[in-house]
């Protein structure tokens, strides 16, 4: 069985620019998590998507933004990017509400800024 | 939402030794969970507790969990080098599922 998968797994964005991350959960998920972790640092939460809707999301500005598609895949987007959100951005998946609580991540999309 | 607090933040072992990570949370949750992150790679579930549960075994992976001082220790026996990595402790409320990770502790295993 496939595992989460995200995309790309590295990219280089100059100051201001946009981009794009994607996720694909393990199938028959359909809670899709997003975090990001700074360098040497630890998790801090992004989002949280169940069904196609947001559940939850931290405390990030609103130049953060994602979606969750039918087939339970997900975007994260960030705008106009900032030095600062250079960081490794992982997305976890789970099998939703009724869940144990586990969550199985993917390898991480590494964003760098400059 | 929960986060916990991993203590220490470092640890440095020499091959063969035990290690242990402690966490701390603040308010009832229904199961506390450890991860492993091994450098620049994704977090990989280690061990799940429940809230009813004192004491979890997983190969060389102790978890005790004391819900009366909301503090959970994870024990990993006979380290070794493999073993370096970030470690992190989840724990989980009722009533939803965003989970938070605190700083996590870094071990080195040296060999």
């Known amino acids: 069985e496939a595992g989460v998968t995200q995309s790309p797994t590295h990219l280089i964005k100059t100051r201001g620019q946009q981009v794009t991350l994607r996720c694909s959960p393990i199938s028959g998920h359909t809670s899709?998590?997003?975090?990001?972790?700074?360098?040497?640092?630890?998790?801090?939460?992004?989002?949280?998507?169940?069904?196609?809707?947001?559940?939850?999301?931290?405390?990030f500005p609103p130049r953060f933004s994602g979606r969750q598609f039918p087939n339970y895949s997900s975007?994260?987007?960030?705008?106009?990017?900032?030095?600062?959100d250079s960081a490794l951005y992982l997305c976890a998946s789970s099998p939703g509400l009724k869940n144990t609580g586990e969550l199985f991540f993917g390898e991480g999309s590494r964003l760098t800024v400059l | 939402s929960q986060q916990g607090e991993e203590d220490p933040q470092a640890l440095s072992i020499q091959?063969?030794?035990?290690?242990?990570?402690?966490?701390?949370?603040?308010?009832?949750?229904?199961?506390l969970q450890w991860y492993r992150q091994n450098s620049g790679r994704g977090l990989v579930h280690l061990i799940l507790i429940r809230s009813n549960e004192r004491e979890k075994h997983s190969g060389r992976l102790r978890v005790t969990?004391?819900?009366?001082?909301?503090s959970s220790s994870l024990l990993i026996?006979?380290?070794?080098?493999?073993?370096?990595?970030?470690?992190?402790?989840a724990p989980q409320g009722a009533g939803?599922?965003?989970?938070?990770?605190?700083?996590?502790?870094?071990?080195?295993v040296k060999a």
């Open chain 1, 32 to 59: 899709v998590y997003w975090y990001q972790q700074a360098l040497g640092l630890g998790l801090q939460f992004l989002l949280w998507y169940d069904e196609g809707e947001e559940r939850n999301r931290g405390n």
């Open chain 2, 77 to 89: 026996t006979a380290s070794r080098a493999a073993d370096t990595a970030s470690y992190f402790c």
């Open chain 2, 65 to 70: 969990l004391d819900t009366s001082k909301k």
């Open chain 1, 75 to 84: 975007e994260l987007n960030v705008n106009a990017l900032e030095l600062e």
């Open chain 2, 96 to 108: 939803g599922f965003k989970t938070i990770f605190g700083a996590g502790t870094r071990l080195f």
């Open chain 2, 15 to 31: 091959e063969g030794e035990n290690a242990t990570m402690n966490c701390s949370y603040k308010t009832s949750i229904n199961n």
